[in-house]
């Protein structure tokens, strides 16, 4: 793929800042490919991003966004990436564009709603939060024409918001390029077809990202604001879903190593407040032009005694894993913390695979919890065109303790696969587990991972 060379690059920066600080995953949380414009959908136990995929987009020049892009967690530190869940192109037959999309549940189905660029906004509808999702109406939810939209002065149609309050009624919110520009309108149940006129909203130096959430009686309208206002991610507070919203601060400044935009949806996931962005480290740090090419990254956040935004505070590490990885399931190769040169794509097996590996390129999977027991062996299910290929599995550090030494059984090549299985010893507890391939050429593709406990 395109990027391939460019997260190479900044992935040998980044082992060499290791050496300098502490390693950095929350920032970004996705590094082998370019996210942008995170919202959330959080089931029980799992959270859902849903990004602006800018894989695609030219080093210069602008965004050509025209697929969404999933990763999913249930710690906060290992992301399962499920790749591309809805492609306009492909999937709808009038938008080429998928601009900052955000998904909801209701009664066991799921919706994408997606500015189509600036100048309309899509619904598709999917069984799962990874789809496939169906474009139910063959045509936009919302155009300049929708009553209520005008007057809206240079209006972005895009960048919508959805929530659904404790009464069941649904909401989306949309719109930027001016305080004036603010949108909502409800959403009927089927929440393909709105209820109602857009309704106008107001908020100071809007620029775009609508994002709004419930606590008790106060409704949180987040966005971001103006170059001017130095894109803030600021928020109004109401006791009503669409009226009375007032000014109430700042969720975040502007992220350091970030560019001309900013987007961030707050979220309360397992008892903590998580604040996602996109900034431009990836980037940065692999020296090519950072405007079209961002990456999400996560903080933690909180609120004071009366129910006011404590500003986020920016850091390089600063999440804590929710509990640990169990490694006697089986274990998507896709899901992971950190990484070194590899690349994920679809796999013939289903899902998504760990492809692209050359000698030396590594995953690190967080908080794995081998047990007191420890683990005695482990296979994998793995491609390799030829002899050779090997897996090393080592502790704490691409360079700590080998516990498991894989050789690769040649498969024949890609989208062929076998299980190879090796002994293991000294897995006992919990440790960060790093996955490396050792070998020629392309070493092999990893498809998902499990250890055997000790009897
Ligand atoms: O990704 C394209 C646009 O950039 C989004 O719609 C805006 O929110 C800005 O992040």
Not at 59 to 78: A, Q, R, T
Not at 185 to 200: P, Q, W
Request: negative net charge; aromatic residues 12%.
């Amino acid at each position: 793929m395109i990027y391939k060379r460019y997260i190479k690059g900044f992935t040998l920066v980044i082992a060499g800042l290791a050496l300098l600080s502490k390693a950095s995953a929350d920032y970004p949380i996705v590094s082998h490919r370019y996210l942008a414009d995170p919202s959330v959908l959080v089931t029980e136990d799992r959270v859902y991003v849903y990004c602006s995929n800018d894989d695609l987009s030219p080093l210069e020049g602008g965004y050509n966004i025209p697929n969404v892009v999933c990763v999913s967690s249930s710690d906060m530190k290992n992301w399962t990436d499920h790749g591309v869940v809805f492609d306009a192109e492909r999937d709808t037959s009038w938008s080429k564009k998928t601009w900052a999309p955000c998904a909801i549940e209701r009664d066991g189905k799921f919706y994408i709603y997606f500015g189509n660029s600036g100048a309309n906004i899509g619904v598709v509808e999917g069984e799962s939060p990874v789809g496939p999702f169906k474009d139910v109406l063959g045509g936009p939810l919302i155009t300049h024409g929708t009553p209520g939209v005008q007057p809206a002065k240079n209006m972005w149609l895009f960048d919508p918001g959805v929530f659904i309050d404790n009464d069941g009624q649904a909401y989306i919110y949309f719109g930027g390029n001016g305080d004036d520009n603010v949108r909502a309108a409800k959403l009927n149940e089927d929440m393909v077809s709105l209820d109602g006129d857009v309704i106008k909203m107001h908020a100071p130096n809007f620029f775009e990202a609508a994002w709004v959430w419930r606590i008790e009686d106060t409704y949180y309208f987040s966005y971001s604001t103006t170059p001017r206002a130095e894109m803030r991610i600021d928020y109004m507070t109401s006791d009503h879903p669409t009226e009375g919203f007032e000014y109430a601060g700042i969720v975040g400044a502007q992220p350091p190593l970030n560019n001309n935009n900013n987007h961030a949806a707050q979220f309360l996931f397992k008892g903590n407040w998580y604040h996602v962005y996109h900034n431009r480290i990836v980037a940065t740090e692999a020296g090519i032009p950072t405007g079209f090419r961002r990456n999400i990254a996560v903080e933690e956040f909180g609120y004071d005694d009366e129910g006011n935004i404590i500003e986020v505070e920016y850091t390089r590490d600063g999440v804590e894993q929710i509990g640990s990885l169990d490694p006697y399931v089986r274990v998507e190769a896709e899901t992971f913390a950190e990484q070194s040169g590899i690349e994920t794509e679809p796999s013939s097996a289903g899902g998504m695979k760990v492809t692209d590996t050359q000698n030396g390129d590594w995953f690190k999977v967080a908080g794995v919890d081998f047990g007191e027991a420890g683990a005695s062996k482990v296979s994998v299910m793995a491609s390799a065109a030829s002899k050779g290929s090997r897996i090393e599995m080592r502790l704490d550090s691409p360079d700590g303790e080998l516990i498991a030494d894989i050789a690769v059984q040649p498969t024949g090549g890609e989208g062929k696969w076998k299980a190879s299985k090796a002994k293991v010893s000294g897995a006992q507890g919990v440790h960060d587990l790093y996955i490396s391939f050792v070998g020629d050429g392309d070493v092999a593709d990893l498809d998902w991972w499990q250890f055997s406990p000790k009897k």
